[in-house]
């Protein structure tokens, strides 16, 4: 809904203002996530090597962090592993 701004007037009718809806913070770090990601142009396989890296090479360790919600964010869209 617009606001009215009280007691000013332009040309005799109230001056109407819109008002700004701040996005949810999901959406916002994903978006500003997206734009760095976008900028490294990384791949999936880099990805999971990065992730094969930091787990020493377990399994089960490169699925928790390939789709944790921090990776989700940090990339700026959700890996699903199926199989």
């Given amino acids: 809904m617009a606001k009215r701004?009280?007691?000013k007037?332009?040309?005799g009718t109230v001056v109407r203002r819109q008002g700004?809806?701040?996005?949810?913070a999901l959406?916002?770090?994903a978006k500003r996530a997206r734009v760095a990601a976008q900028k490294a142009q990384l791949t999936v396989g880099e990805v999971i090597a990065a992730a094969?890296?930091?787990a020493g090479g377990e399994m089960s360790g490169v699925l928790e962090l390939v789709t944790s919600p921090a990776m989700t964010?940090?990339?700026g869209r959700r890996i699903?592993?199926?199989g």
């Fill in 80 to 82: 699903v592993v199926v």
């Fill in 5 to 7: 701004s009280a007691g």
């Fill in 52 to 54: 094969f890296d930091t």
């Fill in 20 to 24: 700004r809806r701040v996005m949810p």
């Fill in 73 to 75: 964010r940090a990339l």
């Fill in 27 to 29: 959406r916002r770090t």
């Fill in 9 to 11: 007037t332009k040309g």
